[in-house]
């Protein structure tokens, strides 16, 4: 059984060494101690919150959420009324009615919310020719997640002498290629915290982290919770597999 | 020896209800992912506007994958609805209790019998023998309460949660 | 070795419904000579003999799962993705049965391997079950299918380009090359096209590696379980009957299979993953560094070690289909490691030799890792064309004990006890 042992370890090793190392040009952020991390971790619920917050406040306007429904944002921690309160203040497209046309309404839980621009071409018009991407799996879709969603909001510096920063681009280490088309997204007092909270970059930053993170893994907490049982669960199980075996096997040693 | 072998015994009977019970709990997931989805429950209800329908006309909306008929009631009708022969219905309940307001009546369009379509929404239709409405499957009479009558359908056409938000707009569901 | 004579001797007699079933469809003696009291099996059976059984539950499990993922699952270029992440927030428990699905596959090929690597080690291919270790390639080969068209369903950026790269392979064929291409897209790109086939194949293959599995144990049977000495079976003495004794075993693996599956699913759902495919599939941008699931990556590495396009195609199937001569290839008559000094290290450099290739199939193939690749892919086939058959010339194998009995139960000093 050394040998298995042997063969698990250097398994491990190698996985580890095939681990996504590669931000290609970017710095590697800095790890955080983020309330959801670890065994126990779970979201700060007033800090999706406040992520909600900035991200409609900051982001929406040029970042989509297009999983989140209105609906999902009472599994986050808002109130029924909270939510439907956001649903009613955009407008949706519904259609075609008894004359064949597309109308406008207010929206309802139900409804996702609405992308900041209608297509492609339409972000792309706006922005310089820069695509805005889709936030909801953002901290799912590169090495580093959080980390690096946090490193990069709080990344942006003045670019080196040796670096010639291309026009309409922003310099940021963190981000690969460390030329970013999105300007600096956060300033102090961005956005009014009604907790009290202070509005500090880093403040904000960490909020709009913990709020992306939750709309990319929506059913972290009930994972971690079932997860916790499910794992003492089989302990024990394995336990009494273990303790059948040495039974049934120990008339014949 | 006796006591050996009950004490091995009691091990095998735990062991064994342990892992079934974490199978049966297993199973659950598997089981229950067909139950509607989140985002299948959200989509619960449909606004009308009822003001383009004249007395004696009705027409079908598609609420949760189902037509739902609304039906605008002559005088006729209502006093037909309201004069029934408790005896006569299979499955008794009052017109008052079937709509909110006598003028509209408004019901899930699915025979409660084995799922289908009844007619009797357009005036061309069969409206079976109470002048209500007729299931072609298997012959169910429906009166103008939406009530069986007569054929094998075992229940009155079921009424959907609705409220009226003014005069001429209903909010089903 | 038991025969025909003691089925018959140690047939199950069953009374009422049972005995009229069994009469007529005699299943639970089919069982009991399977898996049961009356299959004997060599009693120095070692934790490494737990792998078996363990890619069958492995299996069970991503039918199980896979069958209800697809209740959801929509096979559309347009609408593939959005399906997947609706399985993720909305359908009841649907992230769940998807992270078991995908975790189950990276485990399951885990065990495969480790089951592999046990039949290097002990010999078990060696006369008379080859044929048992053919079969078992022929559903190693299905499941990389399976896998690999599974991972392309979910219609990410690395699903779309890891379609378009090993497609793409194909046009390495002399002449056809393109055309086969074509018919394997069924369009002029990678698209929408692809992926219903790749949906078809991957729900079927599965009912083909059941099947394959079920004549792989039937061939088993024949002969019955290599030990881990490798020396045949003389006597009752040697065995112990399956039930309760393997069961019991097999049980204890079933256990710690399901700690490291749960360990995954709940607490690292995405660690074995690549983040580039939580980004829908995008035909006009290749991600930086395309790779495939670990389980994959010893034969992209091989196959990237080749500088030229058909021969990296050649060196990577050719990595496959050398692995059903090995039989022959090993010419040594002894089965067990444990009594060839000289083969027991090379199976380590071999081991290590798999596990560099994976490195190498991670990294982009840059500077140093392109020549470790050619030296590692070269060792591959080296192990096999050179070590394994001149081994068998020149090794002389320490003494055989005479029985599995007497080493197990006569020798205090046995080399590796049942336990």
């Known amino acids: 059984m050394k040998a298995l042992a042997k063969i698990l370890a250097l398994a491990v090793v190698a996985s580890l060494a095939a681990s996504p190392a590669f931000a290609a040009g970017g710095h590697e952020p800095e790890k955080h101690d983020w309330s959801f991390n670890g065994i126990l971790g779970s979201y700060d619920k007033p800090a999706l919150r406040r992520g909600y917050q900035v991200y409609m406040e900051v982001c929406s306007f040029c970042h989509g959420v297009e999983f989140i429904a209105f609906r999902n944002l009472i599994d986050m921690g808002l109130t029924e009324d909270e939510a439907k309160a956001a649903a009613e203040a955009v407008q949706i497209e519904d259609g075609p009615d008894d004359q064949g046309l597309m109308f406008m309404r207010a929206g309802r839980l139900s409804d996702r919310i609405p992308p900041p621009f209608p297509n492609e071409n339409a972000a792309r018009a706006a922005n310089g020719g820069a695509l805005p991407p889709d936030l909801s799996l953002m901290t799912k879709a590169r090495p580093f997640g959080p980390d690096y969603v946090y490193a990069l909001l709080t990344g942006y510096e003045q670019a080196p002498d040796d670096v010639e920063i291309a026009p309409g681009m922003n310099y940021n280490p963190f981000y690969s290629g460390e030329q970013i088309a999105m300007f600096e997204p956060l300033f102090d007092g961005a956005v009014f915290f009604e907790d009290g909270t202070e509005a500090t970059i880093e403040q904000m930053a960490e909020d709009i982290t913990q709020f992306l993170m939750w709309t990319a893994e929506p059913k972290l907490d009930d994972r971690k919770r079932m997860g916790l049982g499910v794992m003492i669960f089989l302990v024990i199980l394995t336990g009494m597999f273990i303790a059948v075996k040495r039974r049934v096997w120990a008339d014949v040693h | ?173 | ?419």
Request: charged share 15%; aromatic share 14%; hydrophobic share 45%.
């Open chain 3, 1 to 419: 070795m038991a025969d025909s004579q003691d089925h018959e001797h140690n047939k199950m007699q069953l009374k009422g419904v049972m005995g009229w079933v069994e009469y007529r469809l005699p299943w639970v003696n089919l069982l009991n000579n399977a898996v049961g009291t009356n299959y004997p099996t060599p009693r120095n059976l070692n934790y490494w003999w737990n792998f078996g059984s363990l890619a069958g539950l492995a299996l069970v499990i991503e039918i199980l799962t896979g069958v209800v993922l697809n209740m959801h699952y929509v096979p559309t270029a347009e609408g593939a993705f959005a399906s997947v992440e609706r399985i993720m927030r909305d359908v009841n428990f649907g992230w769940l049965i998807r992270y078991v699905h995908a975790n189950g596959a990276s485990v399951f090929f885990a065990v495969i391997y480790l089951h592999m690597f046990r039949s290097f080690y002990y010999g078990s291919y060696k006369n008379p079950r080859e044929l048992v270790w053919w079969l078992g390639l022929i559903i190693f080969f299905l499941m990389i299918i399976t896998a690999f068209t599974g991972y392309v369903l979910p219609w990410g950026q690395m699903s779309f380009w890891a379609a378009t790269v090993i497609t793409n392979l194909a046009s390495a064929v002399p002449v056809v090359g393109t055309d086969i291409v074509q018919w394997l897209w069924g369009d002029f790109s990678v698209g929408g096209s692809l992926l219903g086939r790749f949906n078809s194949l991957h729900y079927a293959l599965p009912v083909a590696i059941v099947g394959v599995a079920v004549i792989h144990m039937w061939a088993l049977h024949e002969h019955r379980s290599n030990n881990p000495l490798g020396i045949e079976v003389k006597g009752p003495q040697d065995t112990l009957p399956f039930h309760p004794y393997f069961t019991a075993k097999d049980l204890v693996g079933v256990g710690v299979f399901l700690l490291v599956l749960a360990g995954l699913v709940f607490y690292a759902p995405n660690i074995l993953g690549e983040p580039d495919n939580y980004v829908p599939a995008n035909p006009l941008q290749t991600p930086n560094h395309i790779v495939p699931e670990w389980y994959l990556l010893p034969f992209y590495a091989i196959l990237r070690a080749v500088p030229d396009k058909l021969g990296g195609v050649i060196a990577m199937g050719g990595s496959i289909i050398i692995l059903f001569a090995v039989p022959w290839l090993d010419t040594s008559k002894v089965r067990s490691a444990k009594f060839r000094p000289i083969y027991k290290q090379f199976f380590w450099l071999f081991v290590i030799d798999t596990l560099i290739l994976g490195v190498v199939g991670a990294n982009a193939p840059e500077g140093n890792w392109i020549i470790i690749g050619q030296l590692a892919t070269f060792y591959y086939f080296f192990h096999f064309i050179v070590i394994l058959p001149v081994l068998g010339w020149i090794e002389s194998p320490k003494p055989l004990p005479d029985s599995i009995s007497t080493s197990v139960l006569g020798d205090k000093k046995s080399p590796e006890p049942a336990e």
């Open chain 2, 1 to 173: 020896m006796d006591e050996t072998d009950s004490r091995r015994n009691f091990l095998y009977i735990a062991t064994g209800a342990f892992a079934t019970v974490g199978g049966g709990l297993a199973a659950w997931p598997l089981i229950h992912q067909m139950n509607p989805a989140a985002d299948v429950l959200a989509l619960a209800s449909t606004e009308v506007d009822l003001s383009p329908l004249a007395p004696g006309q009705s027409i079908t909306v598609k609420w949760r994958g189902k037509p739902v008929f609304i039906r605008h009631r002559t005088p006729e009708e209502i006093e037909l609805a309201q004069a029934a022969d408790p005896d006569d219905l299979k499955d008794f309940q009052p017109d008052s209790e079937r709509v909110q307001n006598p003028e509209w009546l408004i019901m899930v369009g699915v025979c409660t019998h084995l799922g289908c379509i009844p007619l009797g929404q357009k005036d061309t239709d069969a409206k079976g023998d109470w002048n209500g409405w007729f299931c072609p499957c298997h012959g169910s009479h429906y009166d103008t309460s939406g009530r069986i009558r007569k054929g094998p359908a075992p229940e009155n056409l079921q009424i959907p949660e609705y409220v009226f938000l003014d005069e001429t707009t209903v909010k089903i569901g």
